[in-house]
C-alpha cells in the first residue's frame, strides 16, 4: 500500500437474500445450494458490497440510514433481527459500530459469519496514540479496494459460488481507478496549503494516502461522542491562525454550531466545508456510492484549499 438477524423470513422479506449469477428461486444460489441473507452495517460498506452482489445477482441490506454516525448509531430491533437472521453480516470494527458491539455478538452466537474489514486492512493507530487503532479505513479508497476483494472472497466461502470472487476483484479495480482519481484531484493543491482541520480525529488514513497533514480536530479523539474542552478549543483557534488555515471540514453526519463558532473565533476568513465522512449523501448528491462521495470530498478539499 502506498504512503499515502432478524428471522430468515424477515431478512428476504427485506430483500436481503444474495443469489448467484441468475435470478433464483428462494433457497437457491445459482447452482450452488442454499440462499444467503447479507447485511451491511455502513452505508460504505453496504455501497461496496451491494456493488458486489449485484454482479452475481443478489442484493445486500444496509443497517444504517444515510446521514446516520457509525459512532452513535443505535440498532433498532428489526436492526438486531437482521444481523442475527443473516448469513453474513460485513461491518467495519475497530470499535467504530460501538452501538452494534451487543448485537454483533449474538449473531455470531446464532451462526452468523462476520466479516470485520478493518482489522484486515493494515490497521494503524491514532496519531499519538500507541494501542487505539483507528477505524476510519474507508478514507483512504486503496484500502477499500483490497476490502472489496476480501468481501467478495468471503461471499464465495459463504455461498459456494465462485461468481463473487471475480465480482470483488471487479469492484476492487473500479476502486483502484476511483483512487486514482482522487488522488489526482488533491494533488492539484500546493503542498504548503494541504493542511486539514476536521471535525474529529478520522482523516488519518487520507492524510497518508494522499499527503495531507491534519493540524488539528475539533473533537478530541476518534469518536464523534466526546465534547472538546474551553482550552482545547482556544489552542485550535491559535492553530487556525497561525497555520493559515483556509478551512475546516464538517461531517454531514453531526451538526457545524461548533465548528462554525470556532472559525469566527479564529478572527479570519475561514470556510466551513462539509464532507462525507460517516455516510454516504443522499440519491442526486453526488455521493451516493462510495466512489462517488470520495470523489465528491476530494473536490471539496481541492476547492477549498485552492480558494
Avoid at 37 to 55: K, Y
Avoid at 77 to 96: F, K, P
Avoid at 101 to 119: C, H, Q
Wanted: proline share 5%; charged share 15%.
Amino acid at each position: 500500500m502506498r504512503p499515502r438477524g432478524r428471522a430468515v423470513a424477515v431478512a428476504v422479506a427485506l430483500g436481503v437474500s444474495l443469489t448467484g449469477c441468475v435470478a433464483a428461486e428462494p433457497g437457491t444460489i445459482g447452482s450452488a445450494g442454499a440462499s444467503v441473507s447479507v447485511v451491511a452495517t455502513t452505508t460504505m460498506l453496504g455501497s461496496i458490497a451491494g456493488q458486489i452482489a449485484a454482479c452475481g445477482g443478489g442484493a445486500v441490506t444496509t443497517l444504517m440510514p444515510i446521514g446516520a454516525d457509525p459512532h452513535d448509531y443505535s440498532p433498532s430491533s428489526a436492526d438486531v433481527a437482521a444481523m442475527v437472521g443473516a448469513g453474513l453480516v460485513i461491518t467495519n470494527g475497530l470499535g467504530l459500530e460501538e452501538g452494534l458491539t451487543s448485537a454483533l455478538a449474538t449473531a455470531r452466537e446464532d451462526g452468523a459469519a462476520v466479516l470485520e474489514v478493518g482489522p484486515a486492512l493494515d490497521p494503524q493507530p491514532f496519531a499519538g496514540s500507541s494501542h487505539s487503532l483507528d477505524p476510519h479505513v474507508w478514507l483512504d479508497v486503496a484500502r477499500m479496494a483490497t476490502a472489496a476483494t476480501l468481501i467478495g472472497d468471503k461471499l464465495v466461502k459463504v455461498t459456494g459460488d465462485a461468481t463473487y470472487g471475480a465480482c470483488g476483484r471487479k469492484v476492487a479495480s473500479n476502486l483502484t481507478a476511483t483512487d486514482g482519481e482522487v488522488a489526482a484531484i488533491l494533488d492539484g493543491v500546493p503542498i504548503g496549503s494541504r493542511i486539514l482541520v476536521t471535525d474529529h480525529d478520522a482523516f488519518g488514513y487520507f492524510s497518508r494516502a494522499y499527503g495531507y497533514t491534519v493540524a488539528g480536530v475539533v473533537i478530541p479523539g476518534g469518536s464523534t461522542l466526546a465534547q472538546p474542552s474551553s482550552q482545547e478549543l482556544a489552542a485550535l483557534s491559535g492553530t487556525v491562525r497561525t497555520a493559515g488555515v483556509k478551512a475546516i471540514f464538517a461531517n454531514t453526519a453531526n451538526p457545524t454550531a461548533l465548528i462554525e463558532a470556532l472559525a469566527k473565533e479564529s478572527g479570519q476568513r475561514v470556510a466551513v466545508v462539509q464532507l462525507y465522512v460517516g455516510s454516504l449523501g443522499p440519491p442526486g448528491s453526488g455521493a451516493d456510492t462510495y466512489s462517488g462521495m470520495m470523489l465528491t470530498n476530494a473536490r471539496r478539499i481541492a476547492d477549498a484549499l485552492l480558494g
